[in-house]
């Protein structure tokens, strides 16, 4: 094992703690719908946004970690809630996640429905618990000043109609249509998946003090890393090896789903990856102690073989 893969998984089991702290206690009439939601919410994972969320906390100095710990939880609750709908038989009807079996397997779709409903509406309660820190922080120069709002207003609008949700929306209009244009591919990219990597990232460095500028430059790099780590996504489901991957390849084309490898082939898609990774490190890389963990995340999720 790395270096890196130590790290990683040591921020992974940071954040699952934090997680594992938020999670309501399976009781009451209301009993098996929350263990349905934990069941989703512990299914494993390298815990992605959370871990992005507290390293961006970290570079820009941010204290005390009770300040950012709900914000983690709530991200990873949202994720999770967006792939217990996926799995769904409605949507695409996957029986097995990460070697488990989905929650609507276990539980049915009725439940699994709930408990995705439940985690969303969870998430909010627990993002909502920034406001018990009792720190000071300094007002933001953007559009809201008190940061803890803007962190909400953050949180809300990418997980919706305008980012996670927004982006879904597009991938199932998408399916079925002769052809989706690249333009079409690349909102569906920035939308159902950057959109919430820009959320977590953004959030770390509001809530550790970082101005409007160093936010929206954040934004346009996590951006940058959603499109290109779908775009290798796309690569992987041609080039990509089965017993690694843990799922079939060659689905897209099964599915004669238009995907930017479809549009623009293999060499065009690999130097699309390459430079979208480039300009996004580009971006990180001003902002000291991006070097130690960040940027070599970033570069692990692009460049992955899984």
């Given at each position: 094992?790395?270096?890196?893969?130590?790290?990683?998984?040591?921020?992974?089991?940071?954040?699952?703690?934090?997680?594992?702290?938020?999670?309501?206690?399976?009781?009451?009439?209301?009993?098996?719908?929350?263990?349905?939601?934990?069941?989703?919410v512990?299914?494993?994972?390298?815990?992605?946004?959370?871990?992005?969320?507290?390293?961006?906390?970290?570079?820009?100095?941010?204290?005390?970690?009770?300040?950012?710990?709900?914000?983690?939880?709530?991200?990873?609750?949202?994720?999770?809630?967006?792939?217990?709908?996926?799995?769904?038989?409605?949507?695409?009807?996957?029986?097995?996640?990460?070697?488990?079996?989905?929650?609507?397997?276990?539980?049915?779709?009725?439940?699994?429905t709930?408990?995705g409903?439940?985690?969303?509406?969870?998430?909010?309660?627990?993002?909502?618990?920034?406001?018990?820190?009792?720190?000071?922080?300094?007002?933001?120069?953007?559009?809201?000043?008190?940061r803890?709002?803007?962190?909400?207003?953050?949180?809300?609008?990418?997980?919706g109609?305008?980012?996670?949700?927004?982006?879904?929306?597009?991938?199932?209009?998408?399916?079925g249509?002769?052809?989706?244009?690249?333009?079409?591919?690349?909102?569906?990219?920035?939308?159902k998946?950057?959109?919430?990597?820009?959320?977590?990232?953004?959030?770390?460095?509001?809530?550790?003090?970082?101005?409007?500028?160093?936010?929206?430059?954040?934004?346009?790099a996590?951006?940058?890393?959603?499109v290109a780590?779908?775009?290798?996504?796309?690569?992987?489901?041609?080039?990509?090896?089965?017993?690694?991957?843990?799922?079939?390849?060659?689905?897209?084309?099964?599915?004669?789903?238009?995907?930017?490898?479809?549009?623009?082939?293999?060499?065009?898609?690999?130097?699309?990856?390459?430079?979208?990774?480039?300009?996004?490190?580009?971006?990180?890389?001003?902002?000291?102690?991006?070097?130690?963990?960040?940027?070599?995340?970033?570069?692990?999720?692009?460049?992955?073989?899984?």
């Amino acid at each position: 094992m790395s270096e890196f893969e130590k790290m990683l998984d040591e921020k992974a089991a940071e954040a699952e703690e934090i997680i594992r702290s938020f999670l309501p206690a399976e009781e009451g009439y209301q009993k098996k719908v929350i263990e349905a939601m934990n069941y989703s919410v512990m299914a494993g994972g390298k815990r992605i946004r959370p871990v992005l969320m507290l390293e961006m906390f970290k570079i820009f100095s941010g204290e005390p970690k009770e300040l950012i710990a709900p914000m983690a939880a709530a991200i990873e609750m949202i994720h999770t809630y967006s792939l217990v709908h996926d799995d769904l038989p409605a949507m695409d009807n996957d029986e097995y996640r990460r070697g488990r079996k989905t929650t609507h397997v276990v539980y049915g779709p009725g439940m699994a429905t709930l408990a995705g409903d439940g985690l969303l509406n969870y998430a909010y309660e627990t993002a909502l618990k920034v406001f018990l820190c009792k720190c000071e922080l300094t007002a933001f120069d953007g559009d809201i000043s008190d940061r803890r709002a803007k962190a909400l207003e953050i949180l809300t609008r990418k997980a919706g109609i305008y980012g996670m949700v927004g982006g879904q929306c597009a991938d199932i209009e998408a399916e079925g249509k002769a052809s989706a244009t690249s333009e079409e591919l690349i909102f569906i990219h920035e939308n159902k998946t950057a959109a919430m990597l820009e959320s977590s990232m953004m959030i770390g460095a509001l809530l550790a003090g970082a101005d409007n500028k160093a936010v929206s430059d954040i934004e346009q790099a996590a951006r940058k890393i959603g499109v290109a780590f779908q775009i290798q996504d796309d690569v992987l489901d041609v080039t990509g090896d089965e017993a690694e991957l843990g799922k079939p390849i060659g689905s897209d084309e099964k599915n004669e789903k238009t995907t930017y490898v479809t549009l623009h082939g293999l060499e065009a898609s690999r130097k699309e990856v390459e430079k979208f990774s480039n300009e996004a490190v580009e971006i990180l890389s001003k902002y000291s102690g991006s070097e130690e963990f960040l940027i070599p995340l970033v570069q692990w999720m692009i460049s992955r073989k899984k």
